[in-house]
């Protein structure tokens, strides 16, 4: 299984980001799918989650109104719009794919089984 994260890079605050990450080697569509980040010298955190299906969504209450998760299942991709980007939302971008089959959104990292290599956002104040 693979993941490849992308659309990372450097953005002001108050502008907009969308990241996607491309999934092969498993049958996407029915697998939840999460994002998480990482900032220097701090722990991974999550930020978004989406069921399997697309109907069931979970996000990080300090993102929550600002950043959108989204599944594409024709082209087995999870996309995060990311808009009115903070300084403090800076980091490595992880995204992930959920253990089990048929799964709700999860919030916990120990819930994913395969991580994408990241993608980096830095936001300028």
């Known amino acids: 299984v693979q993941l490849q994260a992308s659309g990372g890079g450097l953005v002001q605050a108050g502008g907009s980001l969308r990241l996607s990450c491309a999934v092969s080697?498993?049958?996407?569509?029915?697998?939840?799918m999460g994002w998480f980040r990482q900032a220097p010298g701090k722990e991974r955190e999550f930020v978004a989650s989406?069921?399997?299906?697309?109907?069931?969504?979970v996000y990080a209450d300090s993102v929550r109104g600002r950043f959108t998760i989204s599944r594409d299942n024709a082209k087995n991709t999870v996309h995060l719009q990311m808009n009115s980007l903070k300084p403090e939302d800076a980091g490595v971008y992880y995204c992930a794919t959920n253990r089990n089959r048929y799964g709700s959104a999860v919030t916990l990292g120990e819930g994913y089984d395969y991580w994408g290599q990241g993608t980096l956002v830095t936001v300028s104040s």
């Open positions: 989406i069921s399997w299906s697309g109907i069931g969504t």
């Open positions: 080697g498993r049958t996407f569509s029915i697998y939840a």
